[in-house]
């Protein structure tokens, strides 16, 4: 167990719609990145934040927002969701700069 | 440039023998961290090993081990006495340092495959 928790585990829902990703980082770790893994793809870095700041971005869509409350824990939103949206989308947590990333279980969504 | 280049999409080893998938990396960091990462098939992403770039030893965890070579940018994470449970996709990422913005990479990742 990494201590990452992600929820929801599935998530299934339609063209158009939104959802939200939920994640709660290990105990101390200040830093929360989200990435994307679509089928047989490596992954993908779409946004990070430190201490509830945005630290970097990567290929994330505008339909896409993310953020990181004072509690830690971060959202990944995801709107007018098309086909290729569904993929195993990971939360990860750090505590310091030269330090692995440990991942949550992953929310796989599909989009139908 | 590719920061993280893993050049095996594909590997098979047989049960019980060693195999090393090969990572190289590009930075101009002094100060950066080297890890592997196994994702088996049914999804979770799970940390393997770590170097740290001015670590002189390579890095060991059990039967993986992490072979080090700075000059010449490679990474490359050996498993020894492989077993069916190995059998898995196998990503390897690097941390820069604070100065480039503590950025993380990973590779596109070797497909391992364990054969009885």
Known sequence: DSGVTQTPKHLITATGQRVTLRCSPRSGDLSVYWYQQSLDQGLQFLIQYYNGEERAKGNILERFSAQQFPDLHSELNLSSLELGDSALYFCASSPTVISPLHFGNGTRLTVT | ?116
């Open chain 2, 1 to 116: 440039a590719q920061k993280i280049t893993q050049t095996q999409p594909g590997m098979f080893v047989q049960e019980k023998e060693a195999v090393t998938l090969d990572c190289t990396y590009d930075t101009s960091d002094q100060s950066y961290g080297l890890f592997w990462y196994k994702q088996p098939s049914s999804g979770e992403m799970i940390f393997l090993i770590y170097q740290g770039s001015y670590d002189e030893q390579n890095a060991t965890e059990g039967r993986y081990s992490l072979n080090f070579q700075k000059a010449r940018k490679s990474a490359n994470l050996v498993i020894s006495a492989s077993q069916l449970g190995d059998s898995a996709m196998y990503f390897c990422a690097m941390r820069e340092g604070i100065e480039t913005g503590n950025q993380f990479y990973f590779g596109t990742g070797t497909s391992l495959t364990v054969i009885p």
